[in-house]
């Protein structure tokens, strides 16, 4: 059903108006914007990049607070006027001793083969000698030692265990071997857990990432044959954040706890019970040799199968008998938030802040994840920070530069920071979230509906001037992405998700904040993704324009000029730069896409009629609120800037209480990209008419009350 509705999404179209994108008689940027934009240098990017990649920083690490620290330290050089540290208190593991993966034969348990689990030392790259090349493993993984015999099950969605199923194999009391890639890890070891599996190892297969996209590393950007793909397992569709919820004040300023923000009794209900492991290629190819059983070409058709050279692939069980042992400690620990303010001039009642935020912890160096976004908010910094202490500029709005830890763990640092500070979050008008902002050419957005022509007017005049972008692949918007969907819209751009995945994921799904999220990207997840190699030397060398190294950095600096754009406009217009008719829009054509699957027994008259009515306001909104009068300003402004809130459900979706909008959410079985109506559609794909009927009465139910606030706020 999943793989329909994505195919079926690309016949859909946003229609938005672009405009036109040639050159305009007034200058494009303001004077302040113009002065911002003399600041952000690519030089400037690869000199702070170099020095954080020069330690590893995973989240609650030594090297993650000297990193902190020197954000921190970079803010406060820049100018901006406050620069602290929030520190969170998070559940998390590490690797106590080295995992172990062997392969026995079952007759006489003599030792077949045994997993090297290390990434090898590159002479070209001079950072991979490190002691994190041999600690292999999974955030939230637990500790486990369990035998079994193997079973190949593709992707590990619930399709694949299902192909299995019918083709008579179980996966009970086995160790499932799983590549990456279709859905998010965590979900993948979910599968299995449920289906009775005991552990789990998931490999990089090479048509995904490997030498079945082009050379590998270190002579190409791809990944070789001893990479490990890192990750966390947090089961991340259920509830995001630390699923301890150990900090002290949950309970002391909130009187909360995890049951009442996620619904779950206990942690365990939000991570793996059973163990797992990360594989490279090389590991995992002798154990899909000697799998066993029929073909996976026979079980689920060509696309079961991966790309390992000479190699046929098959599905098990198998006659070995495959050891798996984990040993993680699991631990409370610290991890350092860096916040950065420059406070607004409008009164705290009016004050709508505005949140700019990039993750800072990284699976070992980070240098693409997430670091070339860290040294982007750097450069962000240090324009605004100029603005303010050389040339006494002043923000209407308050903006907040944030720099989190814990990302890697399950979005620990922004949800932590976000669930404490409710007074900000029920006021903050968006956060622009950059995550990996380079790791190739191809600029992909993603936005709220509400957000895209603030993106869309941004982008036409860095296209007007010309002197201040530099070159990418798909100019002149990028691929520009609705939050809630994954649907094209012109022959060059689409409509694309903000699930899951990334730091946004508190400020849009919990708290109806309105958010954006941009990178330049490969056309397929980079060949470095969550390794040792993802370091400087690739970045210098791959990253960035293809054959153009050092290009990375420039893409970095423009990428800060496009936040700080942004920022500013947020910040500075005296009515904010939000849609309520392009988010109009976007309903109609989350209803289509309903009305298209033709689901027997539901009826969404209500909820169509609830559209129409919102639209009509929104466009009465966006003509009274293009030329207010003084005194209807502040109105148009809690209007549109607080709107998105009416989209939530206060108990949230069904059986995901943390994930309150309506609109959109990660899907349950896809953990980082998002579906639109979850709520409807979840019960769809489960064959529940009854509640799809119920969250369609509710959906309609929120939207004429965003109808309401709007009309009569």
Not at 600 to 616: F, K, M, N, Q
Request: a negative charge; charged letters at 20%; one cysteine or more.
């Amino acid at each position: 059903m999943i793989l329909t509705r994505m195919k079926l999404s690309w016949l859909l179209v946003f229609l938005l108006p672009i405009g036109c994108l040639g050159s305009d008689t007034k200058q494009p940027f303001s004077k302040d914007e113009e002065l911002f934009l003399q600041v952000p240098e690519a030089e400037s990017a690869r000199h702070n990049l170099r020095y954080i990649t020069s330690k590893p920083h995973v989240a609650g690490t030594h090297g993650d607070y000297i990193m902190a620290d020197f954000v921190r330290r970079e803010f406060i050089k820049a100018g901006i006027p406050q620069a602290t540290q929030f520190e969170l208190l998070v559940g998390l593991n590490y690797p106590k001793a080295p995992p172990m993966v062997s392969l026995y034969d079952s007759s006489n348990d003599k030792l077949i083969y045994q997993a090297e689990l290390s990434e090898d030392v590159l002479p070209q790259d001079e950072t991979s000698d490190t002691i994190w090349r041999n600690h292999t493993f999974h955030g939230y993984s637990p500790s486990g030692k369990v035998q079994g015999a193997m079973v190949y099950a593709n992707y590990g969605r619930p399709d694949d265990f299902t192909k299995l199923e019918q083709a008579g194999i179980s996966v009970k009391d086995k160790i499932v071997l799983v590549r990456y890639g279709r859905c998010f890890r965590g979900l993948k070891v979910w599968n299995a857990q449920k289906r009775g599996a005991v552990g789990v190892l998931i490999y990089s297969d090479p048509v995904d990432d490997g030498y079945g996209q082009g050379e590998v590393y270190p002579y190409g950007p791809w990944r070789s044959d001893s990479s490990v793909q890192r990750g966390s397992v947090q089961f991340n569709s259920l509830c995001a954040g630390d699923p301890y919820r150990a900090d002290p004040r949950y309970k002391q300023q909130l009187n909360t706890s995890l049951k009442e923000l996620c619904g779950a009794d206990s942690p365990k209900v939000l991570i793996p019970s059973i163990p797992s492991l990360p594989l490279s290629y090389k590991d995992a190819t002798p154990l899909l040799e000697m799998m066993g059983g029929p073909t996976a070409s026979s079980v689920g058709g060509d696309e079961f199968a991966g790309g390992i050279h000479n190699l046929t692939y098959t599905v098990g069980p198998s006659n070995s008998t495959l050891k798996l042992v984990v040993k993680n400690e699991d631990l409370k620990r610290s991890i350092p938030n860096v916040v950065g303010v420059i406070p607004g001039t409008l009164a705290p009642s009016e004050d709508m802040p505005v949140l700019l935020g990039n993750h800072r912890d990284a699976w070992v160096y980070g240098a693409a994840d997430p670091n070339s976004g860290t040294v982007s908010l750097i450069e962000v910094a240090r324009g605004l920070g100029k603005l303010y202490r050389d040339h006494d500029w002043r923000p209407l709005r308050s903006i907040y530069l944030l720099s989190w830890s814990g990302e890697e763990y399950g979005l620990l640092g922004s949800t932590g920071w976000a669930e404490l500070n409710p007074d900000i979050m029920s006021r903050a008008l968006a956060y622009l979230n950059v995550d990996t902002v380079v790791s190739g050419d191809l600029l992909k957005v993603s936005a709220s509906p509400s957000l895209t022509k603030l993106w869309q007017t941004v982008m036409k005049d860095f296209n007007a001037t010309g002197s201040h972008s530099v070159p990418f692949e798909n100019p002149p918007l990028g691929d520009l992405c609705d939050a809630n969907t994954d649907w094209k819209w012109n022959a060059s751009s689409y409509i694309g998700t903000l699930g899951s995945g990334s730091d946004y994921t508190v400020f849009l799904d919990h708290f109806g904040v309105p958010c954006l999220d941009f990178a330049f990207k490969k056309k397929t997840t980079y060949g470095q993704y969550h390794s040792i190699y993802d370091s400087f030397h690739w970045v210098d060398k791959f990253a960035g324009n293809a054959g153009s190294p050092g290009s990375s950095f420039e893409l970095m600096s423009f990428a800060a000029k496009i936040w700080g754009i942004l920022a500013m406009r947020l910040a500075e217009s005296s009515v904010v730069p939000l849609s309520a008719i392009a988010q109009g829009q976007a309903l109609v054509n989350y209803l289509t896409y309903l009305e298209s699957q033709k689901v027997a027994g539901l009826d969404l008259d209500d909820l169509s009629a609830a559209i129409t009515e919102y639209r009509e306001i929104a466009a009465k909104v966006g003509v009274d609120c293009s030329s207010p009068t003084e005194d209807e300003v502040v109105a148009c402004n809690e209007k549109l800037g607080l709107v998105e809130r009416q989209f939530l459900l206060e108990e949230g979706l069904p059986g995901r209480k943390w994930f309150k909008h309506m609109l959109q959410a990660p899907g349950l079985n896809l953990g980082y990209a998002s579906e639109a109506f979850p709520g409807i559609q979840q019960a769809i794909d489960d064959d529940n008419i009854e509640v799809a009927q119920n969250q369609a009465k509710l959906a309609a139910e929120r939207l004429r009350a965003a109808a309401s606030f709007l009309d009569k706020h």
